[in-house]
Every structure is written in C-alpha cells, then in structure tokens.
C-alpha cells in the first residue's frame, strides 16, 4: 500500500528543502502520494470528507512540515482539528487505529541547540509532544522522525543525502 505524505509548506515557492524532498518523493508514484494542503486549500476550506477517504486509503502517513515557531505551520492546526473528527479519529470510532503515523521535519536551528544544554532547552521529540500525543489518542502507530537541521548552512550534497535517506526511511517504517 503506498504511502501518503501530507506536505504542509505556506511558501513551496521559496522552499529549498521541502522541495528538495517534494522533488525525490514524486521520484516513486507508485509508492509515495504527496498531497499538498496550501496548495490544495488556498482558501484554507478544508474538504473534510475528501481528507478522510485519503487518510483511509493509506496505511502509512506522514507529515512533512518546516518547523515554524517551535510547531507546524497553521494549516495543520486547522486540519487535524477538524479532519479528526469525532466518531470517525475518536469516540465510538477509531479510523486510524493501527495505521503508521510519522514526522519528518526540517529545522532552521543546528540539531546541538535542540536539546536540555542547547539554546532551545528541548529536544524535538519534547517539541512534536502534541502531535505525538494526538498519534496515541487516535491509536495510530507513531514510527521514527526523520528530520533535517541546520538549513541555512547546509551543502547541496548534504541536502540529497538527506532526501534520499527520506525515501529509505519511508519504505523501512513503514
Ligand atoms: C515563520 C518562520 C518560523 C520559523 N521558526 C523556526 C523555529 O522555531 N525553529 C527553527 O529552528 N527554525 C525556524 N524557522 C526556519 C525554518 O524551519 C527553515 O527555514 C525551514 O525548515 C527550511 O525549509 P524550506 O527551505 O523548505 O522552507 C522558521 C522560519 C519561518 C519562516
């Protein structure tokens, strides 16, 4: 079953490193589908119905963010809140239940900054603990992140290593 990867970037235009990973997902259509919430929801209308059937479709599901202000972008908000809906994420429902749910996050900051010591003071996973959380209440799987830091210094070489360690980090969770 293949993957979907719910790409969640206000700005694709100005991306490098989402794009990056746009760039080498689209590399597998048969395996990795990538739905693009900005681009699909420019009015932020959220199809809630049309999110669940995808969702539905998929046994593995990722969502792939740049870090902005310590969370998501907003959009993301808006979707879980709603697309999580009673009595089909939770309730008498679970629609989600035992399906594999992942990360995978670009990051401004150098990774030594994200932890107790570093300027940050927390580590991402303390960072994505909401949306862990959400993963646990919903009774979906939470697999490994896969993330990227330090975007501003980082070699174009460094960045395709990266991309292509997304796509095998995709197919060995999942
Ligand atoms: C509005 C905004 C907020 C950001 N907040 C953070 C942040 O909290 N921590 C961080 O390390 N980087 C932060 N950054 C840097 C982005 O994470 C970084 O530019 C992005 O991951 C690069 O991916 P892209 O090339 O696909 O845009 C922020 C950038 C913007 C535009």
Redesign the pocket.
């Known amino acids: 079953m293949k993957t979907l990867v719910i790409l969640v ?1 206000p700005n694709m235009e100005n ?5 990056r990973w746009k760039e080498e997902l689209e590399k597998y259509p048969d395996k990795i589908t990538v739905h693009e919430l900005y681009k699909e929801y420019p009015d932020w209308n959220i199809n809630i119905e049309k999110e669940q059937e995808l969702l539905e479709k998929h046994n593995n599901i990722i969502f792939e963010f ?5 969370s998501s972008p907003p959009i993301l908000k808006k979707w879980l809140d709603e697309v999580l809906s009673y009595n089909w994420a939770y309730g008498n429902k679970y629609r989600l239940e035992g399906k594999n749910i992942g990360f995978a996050v ?4 150098p990774q030594q900054e994200y932890s107790k010591e570093g300027s940050v003071r927390f580590s991402m996973d303390e960072i994505l603990a909401p949306f862990e959380a959400t993963v646990e209440y919903i009774k979906a799987n939470l697999v490994p992140h896969h993330f990227i830091f330090d ?1 501003e210094n980082l070699s174009d070489e460094k960045l395709s290593e990266n991309a292509e360690n997304y796509i095998k980090h995709i197919f060995n969770t999942k």
């Open positions: 970037h991306s490098r490193i989402n794009k740049p870090l902005y202000w310590y670009s990051v401004g900051g975007t």
